[in-house]
T-cell receptor
């Protein structure tokens, strides 16, 4: 398994501002992912964070709204830009290890007012 | 959109009873994983079953996979109050670009009453 930390654990932000969420892994991993979990819902994949190249976004998610950085094999950031109340969600990063098992960070609970 | 649908959406049982949750999916998969989430926190990985496996055990957990019916079940035996949580299935499908990209089901909220 992997130990994954996220910062911040929660935040309350004003409409129109941006928040950057950090994800740190205790070992080098090839694939990192960012998910969103809206209130009372399941998880939806936002993008795959690729080291050394642009992230790969899923349908419905764009780079201007959710820019992602992956400077090395243990760290990634997700920015939620120009926030609106609809962005209030839990944002989770995850890593995929050998054998396809995927491990998740504790999540960042974002509330936009 | 969610690939998987889970049923029931909510399940309430007494401590000591068994809990069974079902997951159905739509496309061919490489693997299927089950997760537990307590009160909106991070997900805990429970078990992974590959497409060429039919059954897998881990402690009090038993997972089955029927690829012909595109369905899986998670059985928790001798449930405890601490098992109260939301349970999600997630599939890794080659059609999604990478078997490592997971598509999550809608989840089952399990409540175990003491």
């Amino acid at each position: 398994s992997a130990v994954i930390s996220q910062k911040p654990s929660r935040d309350i932000c004003q409409r129109g501002t941006s928040l950057t969420i950090q994800c740190q892994v205790d070992s080098q991993v090839t694939m990192m992912f960012w998910y969103r979990q809206q209130p009372g819902q399941s998880l939806t994949l936002i993008a795959t964070a690729n080291q050394g190249s642009e992230a790969t976004y899923e349908s419905g998610f764009v780079i201007d709204k959710f820019p992602i950085s992956r400077p090395n094999l243990t760290f990634s950031t997700l920015t939620v830009s120009n926030m609106s109340p609809e962005d209030s969600s839990i944002y989770l990063c995850s890593v995929s290890h050998q054998d396809y098992e995927q491990y998740f960070g504790p999540g960042t609970r974002l509330t936009v007012t | 959109s969610q690939q998987g649908e889970e049923d029931p959406q909510a399940l309430s049982i007494q401590e000591g009873e068994n809990a069974t949750m079902n997951c159905s999916y739509k496309t061919s998969i490489n693997n299927l994983q089950w997760y537990r989430q307590n009160s909106g926190r991070g997900l805990v990985h429970l078990i992974l079953i590959r497409s060429n496996e039919r059954e897998k055990h881990s402690g009090r957990l038993r997972v089955t996979l029927d690829t012909s019916k595109k369905s899986s079940s998670l059985l928790i035996t001798a449930s405890r109050a601490a098992d109260t949580a939301s349970y999600f299935c997630a599939t890794g499908s080659l059609s999604s670009g990478s078997a490592r990209q997971l598509t999550f089901g809608s989840g089952t909220q399990l409540t175990v009453l003491p």
